[in-house]
């Protein structure tokens, strides 16, 4: 069966540093999510792609967040630079299509620990 | 979207079936009722999903109460792998956005 798939699985780094995140959907899926989720919370969208265009960044944090889908294929989240809180578990899931009632399957997310 | 109101936690022996109860008194005639859980460590995975009939697959079956206020997530016969937090979650149709809130964590308990 297709995955989601997310590369590193786990993702420690300082501080002020730079990372970055990588998700592959499910081969002919249009749509492509970013999500965060902090320990005891559900997910929170950061950011929707439809093809290679940004449908909702709302809840993205611009001034320190990026991403990117420039093929409209496999994605890119940055934060730069990246501060205590951002601690959290990134999550990617993709989907069919935009609307409908179709389901979004997530990959196994990136945990990340900021020191 | 319809806010959704879960209890924090909920145990269940194995073997038994587990009813995870979900309130979403606010709902709209164009809102469905979508099911997810969380394994521990992993992403959330799609279970089920309903509009205003009861609905039944492989994982799960659905209850919608006729007014649509509530909704019971049924698993049958739980397993210990079916311990992970469940999300009920109310979605407009045509929109994608899925928003989660704290979702119940279910324990089956040997």
């Known amino acids: 069966e297709a995955e989601v798939a997310q590369s590193p699985r786990y993702k420690i780094t300082e501080k002020s540093q730079a990372v970055a995140f990588w998700c592959d959907p499910i081969s002919g899926h249009a749509t492509l999510y970013w999500y965060r989720q902090i320990l005891g919370q559900g997910p929170e969208l950061l950011v929707q792609f439809q093809d290679e265009s940004v449908v909702d960044d709302s809840q993205l944090p611009k001034d320190r967040f990026s991403a990117e889908r420039l093929k409209g294929v496999d994605s890119t989240l940055k934060i730069q630079p990246a501060e205590l809180g951002d601690s959290a578990m990134y999550l990617c899931?993709?989907?069919?299509?935009?609307?409908?009632?179709?389901?979004?399957?997530f990959g196994p997310g990136t945990r990340l620990t900021v020191l | 979207d319809a806010k959704t109101t879960q209890p924090p936690s909920m145990d269940c022996a194995e073997g038994r079936a587990a009813n995870l109860p979900c309130n979403h008194s606010?709902?709209?005639?164009?809102?469905?009722v979508y099911w997810y859980r969380q394994i521990h460590s992993q992403g959330p995975q799609y279970i089920i999903h309903?509009?205003?009939n009861n609905e039944t697959n492989e994982m799960a079956s659905l209850i919608i109460t006729e007014d649509r206020k509530s909704s019971t997530l049924i698993l049958p016969h739980a397993t210990l792998r079916d311990t992970a937090v469940y999300y009920c979650i109310v979605r407009v149709e045509g929109y994608s956005t899925l928003t989660f809130g704290k979702g119940t964590m279910l324990l089956v308990s040997p």
């Open positions: 899931a993709s989907s069919h299509l935009a609307g409908g009632i179709n389901e979004q399957f």
């Open positions: 309903g509009l205003k």
């Open positions: 606010t709902i709209s005639g164009n809102e469905y």
